[in-house]
């Protein structure tokens, strides 16, 4: 049996969302997943206060009765909490795999920074709403289980991490940024303009000159503006890399959709196959 | 007589805002404005690729016939040639004073950084489009004639210099970034959703903790959210101010708009007045 907690570091639940995914694991004899309460709080833009998302992420990572702590959507709001909740974390947190990506990336950044547990970059239970969102869940809770289904295809037993763009430039030269040198770093970004996916570019690649490489998940949803950028989302990554030095290494199977394969932090997603 | 070199580090001019500020000086015996021709280039996103956009800007500001470089407009891209740019200047572009805001906030800091001319946050060329424009414009033009009459009002001798919030955010920790400590610092923002300026704050003041304080010009034209942000502008930064340990010292007269009252990098504003 694996047990998962379930938290909302930023936006809130829907109940038809959770009780989507519950249906999708009833009559599974391995799986148990508990929404906490706090994913359905309202607090202006977040899921509950401050306070409210942070005691309720302690209490899932805390609690040694539980497996995994999953991630209920991004949205905004993780890296209000992630330097504190970090700080409360004891020793049943660091038997945990914690999986979300987006918004809940400064989340699994402090908590790689900080050695606890196994963080990764992957679906949330929110993905239930995508079109085929059904198996982004299903590949998310094998991986919570133990398995390895799921992983980014280009993992290969070399340090590894992955963001949404935004969120990495943000967490960069933070508190919350943990040591990325001589990792994979993977990027992916949604609903935001090529300039600023440029810009975003600029940021990161000044911040992490000694990644051992960067591979470009999918740039998705991009607004059209008034006038054509100019380059493609392949052409500015590796444009920026070029000019830092740092190895464009390619496509990565990471973005915001239902696609979105697995990225365990650092090399601990290989490790079960060596 | 005044002579005055626009360029454009980002967006390209319209044809029809040159010559409704051409139109505006006409008559005006103290002032020479010479719009580089590279004002009205294309290339994608840009006004001219980065190798036309470096060349006219270091043209400009090496041409010891003008007094000052005044920014045609911002929009995006003078981040991508503003460490080259500050590398190829002589002494010409030392004597010269340097205005923009916005993207060309970019080049402002790297000219501070390399201690080049006196750089400021103030209207460019491109302002003659808003309501009130030729106000702007005008407050533009006297400061780089040496005036003082349109600065900001809360500048009192102390080290200051202003910025776009983004802008600041993506500097951050790159080459462009100037020692602000000991700088009262100034940020608006425009077309920015709330929950965008809270994050980009967490990052401004997680990497400048010893600034002398901070200012909070207008975060202007802020898209409409399924959700309320639940907090203001002034809530958010003084939020993040006190988390970081930093002075938040009211509102600053800046911003996306004909208002946007003159900040220049350093103390070197208020030396006249002294």
């Known amino acids: 049996m694996t047990r998962i907690a379930i938290c909302a ?56 009765s539980f497996d995994a702590v999953w991630f209920a959507n991004g949205g905004y709001g993780s890296n209000r909490i992630a330097a504190d909740a970090v700080r409360q974390l004891g020793a049943a947190a660091n038997a945990k795999r914690f999986l979300g990506y987006s918004d809940t990336g400064y989340l699994l950044a402090a908590l790689y920074k ?6 990764a970059h992957g679906p949330m239970a929110g993905d239930i709403r995508r079109e085929y969102g059904s ?86 949803d991009v ?11 392949v052409e500015i990554a590796e444009s920026w890399c070029a000019k830092a030095g740092i190895a464009f290494l390619g496509r990565a199977d990471i973005g915001h959709d239902a696609a979105n394969r697995i990225v365990p932090f650092g090399v601990a997603g290989r490790r079960q196959r060596q």
Chains 1, 2 share one sequence.
């Open 9 to 64: 570091p930023g936006k809130r639940l829907d109940r038809e969302d959770a009780d989507a995914v519950q249906q999708l694991v009833t009559g599974e004899a391995g799986i148990d997943l508990q929404f906490h309460p706090q994913c359905f709080a309202r607090h202006g833009h977040f899921a509950g206060s401050d306070e409210e998302r942070l005691a309720a992420f302690v209490e899932c990572a805390n609690d040694a």
């Open 135 to 220: 198996g982004a869940i299903r590949r998310a809770l094998d991986w919570m289980a133990g398995g390895d289904e799921g992983l980014e295809p280009s993992l290969d037993g070399a340090p590894a991490a992955a963001f949404n763009l935004m969120t990495l430039a943000m967490l960069c030269g933070t508190q919350l940024q943990p040591d990325l040198s001589g990792h994979v770093v993977m990027v992916e970004e949604v609903s935001e303009h090529l300039y600023a996916v440029d810009r975003l570019f600029f940021h990161i690649t000044q911040h992490l000159p000694d990644i051992a490489g960067l591979r470009l998940g999918r740039i998705s």
């Open 114 to 119: 900080a050695g606890i547990g196994q963080p």
């Open 223 to 233: 607004p059209e503006n008034d006038r054509p950028f100019g380059a493609s989302d």
